[in-house]
C-alpha cells in the first residue's frame, strides 16, 4: 500500500493535493515554516510528512517526490512515536484525535480524571518546547519543532515560542500549522516564510475518500457536512453515523439534539458549528436557493420555516457561538440549543407574528 509517492502516515493515506504545498514547504529556505488553511484541510498529515522527510536518513536525490523513504532509522523512530529530534506542540484534544501520544504525566492526570485534556497548547508544553530546541540533536539531520494549531498557544505559550523563534538555535526547523480559525500573533507570523492549503475540487475529494474506504453516500454526505474539506470529511465518517447527520434537520424542528452529542461529543463549538450550517441551509431553502452542508432531500424533512425566524434563530447561534469557551453547562445549553431549534421552525402563527397577505 504505502510506497514513497504515497506515504501513508499513521493510517491516513496522501491526498494528491497536499503534494503542491508539501514541494513548496520543502523548498523553503527559511528554518521557520507556517502552513496556513482552513480546518479539515489535511494540515496533520502535510505536518507529519513534512517533518519525516526533513528528518530521513536516505538522501534527497534517492527519494521520490521529494518524500521520506519511510524505511530508514528515522523513518522508523518517526512512525513509533520516538524520534528524538521532532516534538510536537499540540493541545491535548487534538493529540488524542490524531492518535499522538501525550507525555506520561499528562496521560496520567487524564486517566486518573485529575484534569480534562486541555483545548490549548499548555505552558507545560510550550516551556518543555523550547528545552528541546537548545538541546543539541540526538542524530545527524537537525531537529523538528511541530507546533499545531498554532493559533491554539495562549499568551503565555507563544511568547516562549517567539523567543525561540527569534533567535533559532542551529539545525531547528520550526513547523507551525494553523486552521485559521483565530489569527496567529503578527509577530510569530512575521518570522515564517508561509505555504497555503490548496482546495481540492469535489471530484477528487469524493475520489480520495472512496479510495479510503467510504461508500459513495458516505463520501458525498461528509464531504458536503464538512463544508468540502476532506480530511475533516474522513475523520467525521470514522466516528460519526451519517443517519444523525441526515436527520438533524428534522430533529432540530421537533427540538431533539441527542444525535449532536451523538455526531461530536460534548463539544459545544462543534455544536453549534452544525447548527449554523443547518441555519443557513434553511435559509438557503427559504429563499430558494441550493444547500450547501445538507441535502434537499434531508432539508425538507422539516417543515419550512420562515426566512424571519431563521434570521432570528442565526443571531442567537452567533451569541452562544461567541460564547463558546465559557458555556453553560453542556446539558444544559443542549436544551436551550433544542428550544431554540424548534421555535425557529414553529409555525408562524404560534409565536403570533404571522404576517398578513
Ligand atoms: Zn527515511
Not at 513534512?50 to 512512525?79: F, I, K, M, V, Y
Not at 516551556?127 to 523538528?144: H, W
Request: proline content about 6%; glycine content about 6%; overall charge neutral.
Amino acid at each position: 500500500m504505502s510506497n514513497a509517492q504515497e506515504p501513508a502516515l499513521d493510517g491516513v493515506s496522501w491526498a494528491p493535493w497536499l503534494q503542491a504545498s508539501f514541494e513548496h514547504a520543502l523548498a523553503a529556505r527559511s528554518h521557520a515554516v507556517l502552513l496556513e488553511g482552513a480546518s479539515g484541510m489535511g494540515q496533520w498529515p502535510l505536518s507529519l510528512a513534512l517533518a519525516q522527510a526533513w528528518l530521513c536518513d536516505t538522501a534527497p536525490a534517492e527519494r521520490e517526490s521529494g518524500h521520506a523513504c519511510g524505511r530508514c532509522d528515522s523513518c522508523n523512530l518517526l512512525a513509533a512515536h520516538t524520534h528524538p529530534d521532532l516534538r510536537v506542540l499540540m493541545p491535548e484534544t487534538v493529540a488524542l484525535e490524531v492518535g499522538w501520544p501525550l507525555s506520561e504525566s499528562a496521560q496520567a492526570e487524564i486517566d486518573d480524571k485529575k484534569r480534562k485534556p486541555s483545548k490549548e497548547i499548555r505552558a507545560d508544553d510550550a516551556a518543555a518546547m523550547v528545552a528541546f530546541a537548545q538541546r543539541t540533536p540526538a542524530r545527524q539531520r537537525g531537529k523538528v519543532a511541530l507546533v499545531y494549531p498554532a493559533e491554539r498557544m495562549n499568551t503565555f505559550s507563544a511568547n516562549a515560542l517567539l523567543k525561540v523563534l527569534e533567535e533559532p538555535p542551529g539545525a531547528l526547523r520550526f513547523l507551525l500549522a494553523t486552521e485559521g480559525s483565530a489569527p496567529l500573533l503578527p509577530t510569530v507570523r512575521s518570522r515564517c516564510q508561509s505555504t497555503a492549503l490548496t482546495w481540492p475540487s469535489a471530484e477528487a475529494s469524493l475520489a480520495w475518500l472512496q479510495a479510503a474506504g467510504l461508500s459513495a453516500e458516505a463520501a458525498s454526505t461528509w464531504l458536503n457536512a464538512t463544508g468540502g474539506r476532506a480530511h475533516a470529511a474522513l475523520q467525521m465518517n470514522a466516528h460519526a453515523n451519517q443517519q444523525d447527520w441526515a436527520g438533524l434537520p428534522q430533529q432540530a424542528s421537533a427540538g431533539q439534539l441527542e444525535g449532536l452529542t451523538r455526531l461530536h461529543g460534548t463539544d459545544p463549538a462543534a455544536w453549534m458549528q452544525s447548527l449554523q450550517k443547518l441555519c443557513h441551509d434553511q435559509l438557503a431553502r427559504a429563499s430558494g436557493a441550493a444547500p450547501r452542508f445538507f441535502s434537499t432531500a434531508q432539508l425538507v424533512s422539516a417543515p419550512q420555516a420562515s426566512a424571519s425566524a431563521l434570521l432570528a434563530w442565526a443571531d442567537q447561534l452567533r451569541g452562544h457561538a461567541a460564547r463558546a469557551h465559557h458555556p453553560l453547562k453542556p446539558e444544559l445549553l443542549l436544551e436551550l440549543l433544542a428550544q431554540q431549534a424548534s421555535s425557529a421552525h414553529a409555525a408562524p402563527g404560534s409565536q403570533g407574528r404571522k404576517p398578513l397577505n
